[in-house]
Structures are given as C-alpha cells and as structure tokens.
C-alpha cells in the first residue's frame, strides 16, 4: 500500500463505480479526495461517507461535465492544492455503431471525455505540485475493435495521446502523466451489458486472466501510479484488462 498522507486528490466521476473505488483506494492510502460528481450529488455523498466510515478523509464537489461553464463550476467548488489528479468521468453511449451515431452523441461523447479533461487539466495546473499525478482513465478499445461503439474509442484514442504529449510537457516539473486502459469491467455502465450470459462469456473467452475485471482491479493500479512506486512511470498506458485481446 502506498503512502499519500499530505496529498490531495480530484477524483473526477467518483460517486459510483471506477471513480468511486479509486477515490476510496486513494483515501485508503491517506489522501484527502475530492469526489467529483455530475449530478448524483447523494451517490457522491454516500461515498464520502463510505471513506470517512474507513477512516479516511473525502469531499464531493458537483459539477456537470460537457457543458458550457463545467470547469469554472469545478475549479470554483475546488479550493486547494492538488497532488493527484484523475480523469476518470467518462460518457459511453452503447450500440451505436457509425450508420446511426448521432451528430449531438457525438459531441457530448467528445466534451465529456475529451475537452472537460483537457481543459480543467489547463485550469488546475498552476494549483498541481510539482511532482504530481495525471491518471486517465482509458481503455483497451483503442487496440480491440468495437464495431458497435465507434466514437467511444476515438475519446479514448485523443485521451492517450492528451495524457503522452502532457508527459513531456510536464516533465521538467517531475509531474508524471500517465493512462490506465481498462478492459472489460464490472461497473454501473456495463450492468446491462453483462446481464446477458452470452455477453459474459465472449468477454471472459478474450480475456486472457478468464474473468471479468472488478473496480478494485483497477483502483489499485491507479493507486500504484499515483504512489511514490510509480515515479519513474510517464507518458505510458498500462494496461489494466487481465490480458483482452491476448
């Protein structure tokens, strides 16, 4: 377990889910997170009190991501340091291949989970510590074909190359960037997905682990990366998927 008493962390989309189990895996370690939320501000609640029951520290700042004005409203509720940051918030529209993507899914795909991190990346870099953490939540789709959700993983595609070129950039302040790309997972976004027994059994024969990933699997790698253990580890993807693809 690594030490992140004295850090602060933004944990953004940590009400349920991956951001959730990341924000109480950074709290676990001793960080004080601040649990961003969208709009289910009790979700992000209950996960404050869910840290604060373990013993750790937590509180959740609301701001709605992929319209106009959701980094000044997050940046304005979010009055302190940071040491880690993690772009988690993501919008994912199912079954929705090229032939009837719309034009308006496609941008709120785009501004959630390319342009909001970009910019409040832009925003709250003078408030970053010099040796600090840039984890984005990515995913294996950028190398596995996803006939069926095409535009989620061009977000994805731009994420990876947002999180190696700011690598560079932020270097000479021994801020590591970093991206995690995740496989398939256990979360409130695929519940419907892996009400199908099928869908469970096609994920599981391309995993090469042989089950599906659970949150934790991932808030544990995020928590490695945002650890002093991590601190010669920038401007990669570590692959978190138990092996799809392999």
């Known amino acids: 377990m690594g030490d992140l008493h004295g850090k602060v962390a933004l944990v953004t989309g940590a009400s349920r889910g991956i951001g959730r189990a990341i924000a ?3 709290a676990r370690d001793g960080a004080l997170v601040a649990v961003h939320y969208g709009s289910n501000e009790a979700a992000a609640r209950e996960t404050v009190e869910a840290i604060a029951a373990a013993g750790g520290r937590a509180f959740p700042v609301g701001a709605e991501l992929g319209v106009p004005g959701d980094v000044d409203t997050l940046v304005a509720a979010l009055d302190t340091h940071l040491d880690i940051l993690v772009h988690n918030a993501g919008r994912y529209v199912l079954r ?7 034009s308006e ?12 991190p970009f910019f409040l990346t832009q925003r709250l870099l003078p408030r970053l ?15 596995v ?32 960037v970093n991206s995690v790309g995740v496989g398939y997972t256990r979360t409130d976004m695929t ?22 990933g659970e949150v934790e699997d991932i808030a544990d ?13 920038t401007g990669t993807k570590v692959d978190v998927s138990g092996g799809v693809g392999l």
């Open 24 to 26: 109480e895996r950074l």
């Open 96 to 102: 929705r291949p090229i032939e009837v993507l719309t």
């Open 105 to 116: 899914e496609f941008d709120k795909m785009f501004a959630v989970n390319v342009k909001a």
């Open 129 to 143: 510590r010099d040796g600090g953490r840039i984890i984005a939540i990515s995913s294996v789709a950028t190398r």
């Open 145 to 176: 074909t996803a006939p069926n959700g095409i535009a989620y993983p061009m977000t994805k595609g731009a994420l990876d190359v947002f999180s190696q070129t700011l690598a560079k950039h932020l270097a000479p302040r021994g801020i590591t």
């Open 191 to 212: 519940a419907e997905l892996l009400e199908v027994p099928e869908n469970v059994a096609g994920n599981v024969s391309r995993t090469a682990l042989g089950r599906i």
């Open 221 to 233: 790698a995020v928590a490695f990366l945002a650890s002093e253990d991590a601190r010669w580890i």
